[in-house]
């Protein structure tokens, strides 16, 4: 592998998604190494550790679920789940269980190409803890709790900032509703998703950001939000 190529492993047990796989990957100049199902997947990861996975859920010998909880034990490796799956309680299990992203089948090359750009730039320190976070035109002064939208000062709440600042230091990441409310009001509020909304309603008011055609915060139903990367 040359030093600057990103070694992408599939763990999937359809040969038709894995060559299409391959094929749009290596197009991209990744180095792709593959698996057709959860005990060789691990096998491979162990012997030749990648920069990102590509996970199915529906694999012949282990569930999906089981091989993401192992890479978890073993690396934080940023694993994107890739499955026919589109039950929001599916997503919710895997994004929690520490999936960085969930794709449901079919998908195209263009739109997958560009979450595994967004996965890898938040995981290498694209939202690394810095003074001042940027994701776009959107700039966050950390340590002054200052924000600007397209060069406008936004005056935000306190938990206004908190929202925001997650979603940025983990941009282009799902991040589900419980997520958001374990980390930012405790365990106890996890399943208060109504009370999200209001704040992200009221973030994206005062962002001008249209929930239906989203320049910073995009909505994934029933799941949660990600902040949208704009160098993909």
């Avoid at 026919?84 to 999936?99: F, H, I, P, T």
């Avoid at 938990?159 to 983990?170: A, G, P, R």
Wanted: charged share 25%; glycine share 6%.
């Amino acid at each position: 592998m040359k030093s600057s190529q990103i070694r992408i492993l599939i763990v999937d047990d359809e040969a038709q998604i894995r060559r299409f796989l391959r094929i749009a990957l290596e197009t991209q100049g990744y180095e792709v190494i593959e698996a057709a199902s959860g005990r060789e997947g691990l096998s491979q990861f162990a012997q030749h550790p990648p920069q990102l996975v590509l996970l199915d859920l529906g694999l012949p010998d282990l569930d999906g679920k089981q091989v993401l909880k192992d890479l978890r034990s073993r690396s934080n490796v940023p694993v994107m789940i890739l499955s026919v799956r589109e039950d929001e309680d599916e997503k919710v299990a895997a994004l929690d269980a520490g999936a960085n992203d969930y794709v449901a089948k079919p998908f195209g090359a263009a739109e997958l190409s560009a979450r595994i750009r967004a996965v890898l730039r938040a995981h290498n320190g694209h939202q690394a803890s810095q003074p001042v976070l940027r994701c776009g035109d959107l700039t966050i002064d950390v340590s002054r709790r200052e924000v600007t939208a397209a060069g406008k000062a936004v005056k935000l709440s306190k938990k206004e900032f908190e929202i925001l600042h997650l979603l940025t230091h983990n941009a282009g990441r799902v991040l589900t509703h419980s997520y958001i409310l374990h980390t930012l009001w405790g365990p106890e509020h996890e399943h208060d998703t109504q009370y999200l909304r209001v704040y992200v309603g009221q973030l994206r008011a005062k962002l001008n950001d249209d929930p239906a055609k989203p320049h910073y915060i995009a909505n994934e139903p029933g799941v949660g939000y990600r902040m949208l990367d704009h160098a993909v």
